[in-house]
């Protein structure tokens, strides 16, 4: 899929990724390992956004598996497309001995067979990115099934058979952790643990991924992310609302945050009712200012720090 860490380096940059050089270098092994990752963490930490951004820089298609509990092989595999066999029977005429049997077969063909996410995965000439996305939502028998997937590469469908990957793809598995998945998935795979991002981490990615042009303010709104993750929340505001946070304020043509704003911040940062109470407490808005001054501080000494860092991690390749 790549042929070297430096450009996988300059692919997800381009896909305005923000990454440290050890996860790099460990979804480098993975591709060339052909090694699942497993990627866990709170929401809104980039896990589903990773296999995105692996599928952009390998400029290849994304198959996804959302899963939910009850989620079954015909979700995942597919199943025959009946009103499909109906029609191609009925422009059938023999019906008896050995056509029978050749029409059966002929029935039982991937040609009549609706495929799902996994099956397509596999039938790629040239490998593409699965995304098998909150599989702790699963059971662990469906967990159990994916198993001959990524060991084997092959997928068993009754009446049809086995089916042998033509590729195969770059697996990312990502959880929230509401199950814990088994050992025998995590045997097979590189585990990624992603966390809330530090404040370096969010100011770069607000840089990239948000219109806000002002450095000040992005440094701001970083900080003042860690300090509501900091601040014994219900529901800690993601990467994804943080994004938000920037366009509203850059809409609303504001250069920085103060507590006069509280109001008209709290819909967008306190998303539980007793997160709300907590940030409208006489004392909580203005307390939390503070943090955010304490964080916002020496935010580009260490993002000079990471980017060296991440060079010295493409010099060795
Ligand atoms: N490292 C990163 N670089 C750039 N953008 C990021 C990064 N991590 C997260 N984001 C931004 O945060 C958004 C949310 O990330 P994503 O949907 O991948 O989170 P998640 O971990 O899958 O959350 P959930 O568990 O809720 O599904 C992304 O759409 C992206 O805009
Ligand atoms: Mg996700």
């Known amino acids: ?141 469906f967990e159990a099934e994916l198993l001959e997937i990524l060991s084997e590469w092959q997928i068993t469908i009754p009446k049809i058979g086995t089916i042998q990957a033509r590729s195969k793809p770059f697996v990312v598995l990502t959880s929230n952790e509401v199950r814990r998945i088994g050992d025998p998935l995590r045997r097979r795979s590189f585990y990624l643990r992603f966390e809330h991002p530090t404040v370096e981490r969010e100011t770069r990615i607000l840089e990239l991924r948000t219109a806000e042009s002002h450095p000040e303010i992005r440094a701001q709104i970083a900080g003042f992310g860690r300090a509501l993750r900091g601040y014994s929340l219900e529901k800690p505001p993601s990467i994804a609302e943080m994004l938000d946070l920037a366009e509203a304020l850059r809409i609303l043509g504001v250069r920085e945050i103060t507590t006069e704003l509280r109001d008209v911040l709290l819909p967008l940062i306190a998303k539980t009712e007793p997160d709300r109470k907590r940030l409208l407490l006489r004392d909580g808005f203005q307390s939390l200012m503070q943090d955010v001054k304490h964080y916002s501080q020496g935010v580009e000494d260490t993002r000079t720090q990471s980017e060296e860092q991440l060079c010295a991690a493409r010099a060795r390749y």
């Not at 709170?42 to 995105?52: I, Y």
């Not at 994304?62 to 497309?81: P, S, T």
Request: hydrophobic letters at 40%; a negative charge; charged letters at 25%.
């Open 1 to 141: 899929m790549f042929d070297s860490i430096e450009e996988l380096s300059d692919k997800l940059a381009s896909a305005q990724y923000v990454i440290d050089p050890v996860t790099l270098q460990v979804i480098f092994l993975a591709a060339k390992m052909e090694k699942p990752l497993l990627v866990e963490g709170p929401p809104g930490s980039g896990k589903t956004e990773l296999a995105k951004v692996v599928a952009f820089a390998a400029n290849t298609p994304v198959e996804r598996l959302q899963c939910y509990e009850g989620v079954n092989e015909e979700k995942a595999i597919g199943k025959f497309d009946e009103s499909l066999q109906r029609l191609f029977l009925e422009t059938q005429t023999v019906t008896t001995g050995d056509s029978w049997t050749a029409l059966r077969r002929d029935l039982h063909t991937l040609d009549f067979f609706h495929e799902g996410p996994l099956l397509r995965a596999l039938l790629y000439e040239s490998p593409c990115v699965l995304l098998i996305d909150e599989i702790d939502k699963v059971n662990e028998q």
